[in-house]
């Protein structure tokens, strides 16, 4: 059975990267034709612009609406952002054929082997992001990822696919500091696992503290460490373990108003990325620190800043605050206008935290 | 409590103009020596230009002790080929300061030649030298003259004069003078060489005292027209004026000498025999048509003395007092003054106020004042509350001021007469320009004439940008009346409007190669200070400064678009050229084709359909 399962996975990732290749040369064929037939080439590009960004009720995520912008290379001031964009396929391509993969940085410096000069990581970062909308899909899947700052710990097997290391298994409770999620992670078999649950928190302290008091194993449980706002790969990861090993994902964030975005993204995406829909768990449970639990709690606190209170009103308009936990939770912010980091259980002693609030919580989050 | 003597000295205009030599540019030698070069020029080019001479003009400095440091001795001369001086007006021309009552207006670089002579007064007090005049009117004898000025009697000191035959007509000045060249060389370079800008038609040559030479040849062949010239405009008046007006306007009473009885004998017919005083009467009467103007004065004071000739050479008038009709005469013979009574009834009584109240209030106007007609005149004396036939003798100082005052206010009088004015015109000036700066483009007007309180200008305007212009403009090249305005320019009307301009509006951007010439031409620049180097902001000289600089900006704005276009359209050929095989190299892999797509022809497209958009 398993085998059958591991094999069909296999067959899925070889498809997934026969798609991106296909595609890939697809839009080359078209530019090769157009130059040879005298025409300008050009491409259609889904428009990420503030009005083209649209909620979508179904999928519980921001997505791009219809219109599209297009690029072309009769354009003198389109013609270089077209180039670096034909170089950043040509490059994913390799990236892809040779299974090699490549940090946004990576691919700025690359970039100048090719006379194709970016202005800075940014320039080239927005051209990744181009190439995204183009092919619909995630730069993880050509090979691009983010500098990683996320970890992971918790009884779970993996069998890795990337060149040099294809076969081999690992069992991610090995190593008491975690394991990096990068891209031999993100693409690997998820074999499988004694977990139950996937706990995803905020801040590297914390989560080294749940390996010390071994929460994987009292709550048979995954540990992740988002670092702040969940990278993609992260996120990407998160999914797959929601999905392909049906595990439920509870969020625990600092209580604020950054927290609870956190935890929103993780569940609905950001509006940077509505031009993709694989990276969304919306059965992802926002289960703390509420601001319903400073008060609760008898938390200290500090008093919100400014920008605090700004992003507050921003997120009021947003159309996923609107209803629930979300919603109420945001308004309590507001009147309290104080908040209450992680790190704010330790005045109950070092191990509250997992011996008095996360057991409430993970409880809570059953009936959520 | 002392009693304060004071002594009250009485001072010619030299010492005057010596006592106050700052004022006029003589400040210390670095100015001096820069001004003394101004004024030399500037009149042999007026000389020339009032003759439609084209103008040749040699200036040379040279060091006394070539060794010695600055300040030093400079030998300044100026050599030209203009009308020259008659020699009985050459001691005169150089070795006084004159004060003038010139009323007539034109435009011209200096005024009264001034100048010249303050700066042969510089000389002689810093070096305690003769100024050396050589003139020729008619290009075969020339007067050589050395000169010294008596400062005290403002009389010329001619050391030694002699003639000589020459072949050439003009005139030569060279005087010595304290000067610091090492301070002045740069300005006085500039100077020579923006001059020679504004006077196309002329040629330049300057020998500096260092062995170099800068020669500037005419680059046109047509001389602009001379003023001419007129009388002033009633709103450029003041009550000073008007008095030295009326002045000029009276007769005045002659003065019954000797020479003068004989006269009236003669005219009478009387010279040889002797007649009573109602023979006289009735003599004159007979011949009162023939008679000139003084015989007729003196006729009829006569007829109010009720004297003949022997008792009229015993007397000397004193006083013609009109409101009261008293005649005051001093009679040698008692050693008293006397009076008679005036009867105003008497058909003499006229003529003698006639003639010592001057004219009536419209002759006046219309004689004496450009543009003002009869019935102006007459509009004019009711709108200031004066009888038109009122005499301006018997004006009184209140109502002089009056006078004045309404002048400058009533306005319905023709604005001033800008005949007077001699602009360069613009095609001489675009020559010059376009000689001077090579530019990719150029642009030039003339704005028709206006006028601010009472004195005509015209602003003429060039515009150059591109070519051989140095970058960082715009570089502003200010003149007035044919003079390049060097310094100060902080201050000025034009720089003011030119900075006022958005230049990104009519697409100059960065450090542009850009040049800005302004002529400003009147009759009277309004200078902000003695140096004559900031024109002030009058409103009206703005307001055409701008209207012109706005017309010529929009000229630039077209050329700029056109230029810009060009080079976009370069740009863009190379941006294909660089970016077009790059797309074929990645498009050929991501195919999986080996072979590049043939793209070349796109690129032979793109340019000819760029050259097509031009």
């Known amino acids: ?368 | 409590m002392s009693s304060i003597k004071e002594k009250f000295n009485q001072i010619s205009p030299s010492e005057f103009f010596y006592r106050n030599r700052d004022l006029a540019g003589f400040s210390n030698p670095t100015r001096s020596l820069y001004t003394a070069v101004r004024e030399f020029v500037e009149n042999s080019l007026d000389a020339c230009d009032q003759k439609g001479i084209f103008p040749d003009v040699h200036l040379s400095i040279k060091a006394v002790d070539p060794d010695a440091p600055d300040p030093k001795p400079y030998i300044l001369t100026v050599k030209d080929n203009g009308p020259g001086i008659e020699s009985k007006h050459v001691p005169l021309a150089f070795g006084t300061v004159l004060y003038g009552s010139k009323f007539g207006l034109k435009q011209a670089r200096g005024m009264f030649g001034l100048g010249a002579t303050m700066a042969i007064l510089y000389g002689q007090i810093t070096t305690n030298k003769p100024v050396y005049v050589k003139s020729s009117t008619d290009g075969k004898i020339q007067d050589e003259f050395e000169l010294l000025l008596d400062i005290q009697k403002n009389k010329p000191v001619i050391l030694k004069h002699n003639t000589k035959e020459v072949t050439k007509r003009g005139l030569s000045v060279s005087i010595c003078l304290e000067g610091d060249y090492a301070k002045a060389g740069s300005k006085i370079k500039d100077y020579v060489y923006e001059t020679s800008l504004i006077t196309p038609y002329a040629t330049i040559t300057f020998d500096d005292p260092k062995g170099e030479k800068f020669h500037y040849s005419k680059i046109v062949n047509d001389m602009p027209p001379a003023p001419t010239i007129i009388r002033p405009h009633a709103h450029g008046i003041d009550v000073e004026t008007i008095r030295r007006m009326m002045v000029e306007s009276q007769f005045e009473i002659p003065n019954i000498d000797d020479a003068m009885v004989e006269k009236v004998r003669k005219d009478l017919g009387l010279a040889k025999n002797n007649l009573a005083f109602t023979g006289i009467m009735d003599k004159a009467k007979k011949r009162w048509k023939t008679l000139s103007k003084p015989v007729r004065v003196v006729i009829a004071l006569m007829s109010f003395l009720k004297m003949d000739f022997d008792k009229l050479n015993k007397i000397r008038i004193e006083d013609i007092d009109v409101p009261n009709k008293k005649l005051y005469y001093w009679d040698f013979g008692d050693s008293q003054s006397k009076s008679v009574d005036m009867d105003p009834e008497s058909q003499y009584y006229k003529q003698l106020t006639g003639t010592v109240q001057g004219e009536t209030l419209t002759t006046f106007l219309t004689k004496r004042f450009q543009r003002i007609g009869p019935s102006t005149a007459v509009k004019f004396a009711e709108f200031a509350g004066f009888k038109p036939e009122k005499r301006m003798g018997s004006m009184t100082n209140e109502e002089l001021v009056k006078l004045s005052d309404s002048l400058q206010k009533f306005e319905d009088f023709l604005s001033p007469d800008p005949s007077c004015l001699a602009p360069l015109g613009e095609e001489p000036l675009e020559k010059g320009i376009k000689k001077f700066f090579k530019p990719d483009f150029c642009a030039v007007i003339q704005r028709p004439a206006s006028a601010y309180s009472g004195f005509p200008f015209i602003v003429e305007m060039g515009i150059a940008y591109g070519g051989e212009i140095r970058p960082g403009g715009p570089h502003v090249y200010r003149y007035a009346n044919r003079i390049p305005l060097l310094y100060d320019e902080g201050s000025d009307v034009v720089l003011k409007v030119v900075n006022d301009t958005d230049w990104s509006r009519y697409k100059v951007k960065g450090d542009p190669p850009f040049v800005i010439v302004t002529h400003i031409c009147s009759t009277r620049i309004p200078y902000k200070t003695v140096g004559k180097e900031n024109v002030a902001d009058r409103q009206e000289i703005e307001r055409e400064l701008r209207l012109g600089l706005q017309f010529l900006s929009r000229k630039l704005a077209a050329y700029m678009s056109k230029r810009g276009q060009a080079e976009m359209a370069k740009k863009r050929a190379n941006l294909y050229a660089k970016y077009l095989p790059l797309i074929a190299q990645f498009c050929t892999e991501l195919a999986g084709k080996t072979k590049e797509p043939n793209y070349k022809k796109l690129l032979e497209e793109e340019i000819i359909v760029d050259d097509k958009q031009i």
């Open chain 1, 1 to 368: 059975m398993t085998t059958n399962k591991s094999k069909d996975r296999k067959q899925k990732a070889i498809e997934k990267q026969q798609n991106i290749i296909d595609a890939l040369k697809d839009h080359g064929a078209k530019v090769y034709g157009d130059l040879d037939n005298g025409q300008f080439p050009k491409f259609s590009i889904p428009s990420r612009s503030v009005s083209n960004i649209v909620y979508d009720k179904k999928l519980r995520q921001y997505i791009l609406g219809n219109s599209a912008a297009l690029r072309s290379s009769r354009n003198s001031s389109q013609l270089r952002s077209f180039t670096q964009l034909m170089w950043l396929a040509f490059f994913a391509n390799r990236l892809t054929q040779e299974k090699k993969s490549s940090t946004l940085r990576d691919v700025y410096y690359s970039s100048q082997a090719f006379a194709i000069e970016f202005e800075d990581q940014s320039e080239s970062d927005n051209i990744i992001v181009d190439l995204e909308a183009v092919l619909s899909k995630p730069r993880e899947d050509f090979h691009i990822f983010p500098e990683e700052r996320s970890s992971i710990f918790g009884d779970l097997n993996i069998e890795y696919t990337i060149p040099g290391y294809e076969g081999k298994r690992m069992n991610l409770s090995n190593h008491p500091d975690g394991y990096a999620i990068g891209p031999s992670l993100t693409t690997a078999e998820l074999v499988d696992t004694s977990a139950e649950i996937v706990i995803a928190i905020e801040k590297g302290g914390l989560f080294t503290r749940f390996v010390e008091e071994q929460v994987d194993k009292k709550f048979k449980s995954i540990i992740i460490n988002t670092g702040g706002q969940a990278p993609r790969s992260t996120r990407t990861l998160l999914k797959r373990l929601h999905d392909e090993m049906g595990l439920p994902v509870i969020v625990l964030t600092d209580g604020d108003v950054y927290g609870e975005h956190i935890a929103m993204v993780i569940k609905s995406g950001s509006a940077n990325a509505a031009h993709l829909r694989e990276l969304t768990v919306p059965d992802a449970k926002w289960v703390g620190v509420w601001a319903t639990d400073i008060e609760k709690f008898k938390l200290p606190t500090i008093p919100m800043t400014e920008s605090d209170i700004k992003r507050c009103y921003d997120l009021q308009s947003d159309p996923r605050y609107q209803e629930g936990i979300w919603k109420k939770e945001l308004d309590v912010f507001l009147k309290i206008k104080r908040k209450a980091e992680l790190e704010a259980f330790s005045k109950y002693g070092l191990t509250n935290i997992t011996d008095k609030y996360l057991p409430q919580k993970l409880e809570l989050a059953k009936s959520l």
